[in-house]
């Protein structure tokens, strides 16, 4: 493998390994979720995640590498300390808010991988694709959050403490 595959295969596995975190934290979500819309959101997502990370792996075995099969111990350790908070809080807002937080690190992983111009124009074009589908799930994620807050700031005005 040439020296630019090796760096192209090491921030695609990188990217990978994102995907899969978010693909795991969309799956615990769905688990914790009480509203059946979210849950099936959250279901929906965890599996467009998967399929991207299968896609990005296809990349790098493409260009001579080994892709990554497992997500990061940071997020694993970050998801465990969530499902406290999610335990101690248990409401949609909290599980969305942990998510769209999420998909705030796994976006910003994505944006810096376009900006390294060490990679090549093919890998960064694949990227650009993903970078995509990653940006709507965020996005869509942020607008469901801001709507579970409109609901409940609506609420506490109308039934005060």
Do not use: C
């Amino acid at each position: 493998m040439s020296n630019a595959n090796r760096h192209d295969v090491h921030v695609l596995n990188g990217l990978i390994g994102a995907t899969l975190d978010s693909a795991d934290g969309y799956r615990e979500a769905a688990d914790g979720a009480a509203d059946p819309g979210h849950r099936d959101l959250f279901e929906r997502r965890a599996f467009e995640r998967r399929r991207l990370a299968e896609e990005l792996s296809f990349t790098v075995r493409n260009l001579g590498g080994e892709p990554h099969a497992d997500g990061s111990i940071l997020a694993k350790a970050q998801r465990a300390f969530t499902d406290v908070k999610h335990a101690l809080l248990r409401d949609e807002l909290t599980i969305v808010g942990a998510v769209e937080s999420a998909e705030d690190q796994v976006k910003a992983r994505f944006e810096k991988a376009l900006e390294d111009s060490d990679i090549s124009a093919t890998t960064r074009e694949t990227i650009r694709r993903a970078w995509t589908q990653v940006r709507d799930g965020h996005d869509q994620m942020r607008d469901l959050k801001h709507s579970l807050q409109g609901q409940r700031d609506a609420g506490s005005r109308l039934f005060p403490h």
